[in-house]
């Protein structure tokens, strides 16, 4: 199951809506996938945000192997408690330094993400698609659409060479790369990022 058809599963989406054209927001994984769908579906996609993802090129900076083994650690069982020491672990390894979550506030996001779905095999058939899809630098060169790239300086899971990478792959795309931000979504960046994917919505409205 290829980040190909996910793209085309996204389409789907769009088709039992009913929205003719939607403006496209992507992050880590999510943001390949938006790559795709931009170039098989362009004329679905009215702007393109890209966040804390990567052209999937080879000669970009790769993650530490304490982050790559935190992402292929298991929790100590498939008890609630201890998914969510593990997933704790792993957001402590990849968020964002300058923005650390509220303990208590992430200890309840996590055990209702544990609570409604974990599913090992399937995070490490996400990792064979990523790793699959290889280097979409060319395809790149077909998207069209306004395009903004938002990343982490500090992202240790993609770093922040990608981020820049991205942006100059892409044809008019702007760059916005936030200091302090890891790979995680802090809540006190959330207006930052929502004006960034308004910001390339309106371009496209021009």
Request: charged fraction near 20%; hydrophobic fraction near 45%; proline fraction near 7%.
């Amino acid at each position: 199951y290829t980040l190909r058809d996910m793209a085309d599963d996204a389409a789907g989406v769009l088709d039992a809506l009913g929205i003719q054209a939607a403006h496209v927001c992507g992050a880590s994984m999510g943001g390949m996938i938006a790559q795709h769908l931009a170039v098989r579906h362009a004329a679905r996609v009215k702007s393109l945000t890209l966040m804390m993802t990567t052209s999937g090129a080879r000669h970009l900076p790769q993650a530490s192997l304490r982050v790559r083994q935190a992402l292929l650690a298991r929790p100590r069982s498939t008890a609630v408690e201890d998914i969510v020491a593990h997933m704790t672990q792993v957001v402590q390894v990849i968020g964002s330094p300058a923005y650390r979550p509220d303990p208590q506030r992430l200890r309840e996001r996590l055990t209702l993400a544990a609570r409604r779905a974990f599913r090992p095999a399937g995070t490490a058939r996400q990792l064979l698609a990523i790793v699959a899809d290889g280097d979409r630098t060319p395809m790149l060169r077909q998207i069209r659409q306004p395009t903004h790239v938002l990343h982490g300086a500090d992202d240790p899971l993609v770093p922040p060479a990608a981020g820049r990478d991205l942006a100059a792959q892409i044809a008019g795309a702007t760059l916005d790369l936030v200091p302090g931000m890891g790979h995680d979504l802090p809540l006190p960046l959330l207006p930052r990022l929502a004006d960034g994917i308004a910001q390339a919505a309106a371009r496209a409205a021009q």
